[in-house]
C-alpha cells in the first residue's frame, strides 16, 4: 500500500547542519510548490581554491523523484542532466550496498509544497526490520537487543516501585 509522510524544511536543515558542522559547514533548504532550493557549505583540505567548497541547487518536482533544475559546484555550474545522472548514480551505489538493496524499493514519488514536502512510499510488511537492518549495523543490533533484554529482565521485578527515573533503574 502507498503511504505518505509530510516533511516539514525545517526536518531536512537540521540533520543536513547536524552532518555538516562536523565539517565546519552548514545547510539551508527552502520547500516551494514544485521545487526545493538548497545551499550548502563544507570546509574542505588546504588548497589554492579557498577553505569552503559551496553548493547550490535546484530540484523541481517530477512524477517520481524529484530531478535537478540547477546545480552549481563553487563557482561552477552543473548541466542538470549530468547532476541527475550524478544522482542516479549514487542512489544506484547506496542500493548496491546490502542495506541499501533492502530499503531501495521504498520510495514511490516526491510532492514539493510550500515549506513541505509529501514523501509518497510503498508500505511493506518487513520494513520495520528493513529500516532497522538498514539504519544499525548488525554487531550493534545485537548489542542492543542485549541491553533490552537485561533491562526488561530488571524491570519485570516486582519490587520497583511502579514509577522510577531512568537513572535509578
Not at 521485578?157 to 537513572?167: C, E, M, N
Amino acid at each position: 500500500a502507498l503511504r505518505t509522510v509530510p516533511l516539514a524544511a525545517e526536518d531536512f536543515d537540521l540533520p543536513a547542519n547536524y552532518l555538516l558542522a562536523g565539517r565546519g559547514g552548514g545547510a539551508k533548504i527552502v520547500l516551494q510548490a514544485g521545487a526545493a532550493a538548497f545551499w550548502a557549505s563544507v570546509q574542505t583540505v588546504p588548497n589554492p581554491f579557498g577553505r569552503f567548497l559551496n553548493f547550490e541547487g535546484v530540484l523541481r518536482q517530477t512524477s517520481g523523484l524529484p530531478q535537478f533544475d540547477r546545480l552549481s559546484i563553487g563557482r561552477l555550474p552543473v548541466p542538470a542532466w549530468l547532476a541527475d545522472r550524478l544522482l542516479e548514480h549514487a542512489i544506484e551505489r547506496v542500493a548496491a550496498m546490502s542495506a541499501g538493496a533492502q530499503t531501495a524499493d521504498v520510495l514511490h514519488s516526491v510532492q514539493l509544497e510550500s515549506g513541505q514536502m509529501q514523501v509518497v512510499y510503498r508500505w511493506r510488511e518487513d520494513m520495520p526490520q528493513r529500516l532497522r537492518a538498514a539504519l544499525v549495523p548488525p554487531a550493534e543490533l545485537e548489542r542492543l537487543q542485549a541491553y533490552q533484554q537485561r533491562l526488561a529482565g530488571v524491570s519485570a521485578d516486582a519490587r520497583l516501585p511502579q514509577q522510577i527515573s531512568l537513572q535509578r533503574l
